[in-house]
């Protein structure tokens, strides 16, 4: 993997894994992982080079990042080559989109505990397990707006 070291090699390939567990592409993971550790913004022709892509796989995925705004792109002044750097305040974004889908899921097992007859007991049994997990993440979540605002302010920073 070029001049890339081996624990930088090993992280940025478990980025690739745990970015296809959670549905993106493994090769989206893996740019988010070299930017993510880059000194400074990289071209096309280094994120592909390093990463051992054809040029044309880190172009398709260059644009799939800049889509979802993990990746944006910058330029350098005297360059004439665009540079990309890894969108640091993307995953808030996309954490907040997770959280937001509990809802839709709360109000679709909702929807269907109203639509049940009361002779199915199966069904009302599979949805109500499904409504008392939803219920549990939300009383575990329901100060994370607060602890939120509060992380923003500087309250909870490592460094």
């Known amino acids: 993997m070029g001049t890339l070291e081996h624990a930088m090699y090993s992280f ?3 980025m690739g894994l745990l970015f296809e567990k959670s549905g993106a592409s493994k090769t ?10 880059a000194e400074q913004p990289k071209t096309l022709d280094e994120i592909a080079e390093d990463l051992l892509f054809s040029k044309a796989t880190a172009s398709l995925t260059i644009r799939q990042g800049l889509l979802i705004q993990f990746i944006e792109k910058v330029s350098l002044p005297g360059e004439r080559k665009t540079y990309f750097r890894v ?3 993307a995953w808030v974004r996309a954490m907040s989109a997770k959280l937001k889908a509990l809802h839709e899921w709360e109000a ?12 199915n007991q199966q069904a009302a ?4 397990a499904m409504k008392d997990y939803f219920d549990f993440i939300n009383w575990y979540l ?5 602890y939120y605002e509060r992380w923003q302010k500087g309250e909870f920073r490592t460094t």
């Open 125 to 128: 049994q599979n949805l109500l």
């Open 12 to 14: 940025i390939e478990d």
């Open 108 to 119: 679709i097992i909702a929807r269907g505990l109203g639509i049940l007859s009361t002779e």
């Open 87 to 89: 969108n640091t305040t």
């Open 142 to 146: 329901s100060d994370i707006n607060e």
């Open 28 to 37: 989206l993971g893996r740019v988010f992982a070299y930017l993510l550790l």
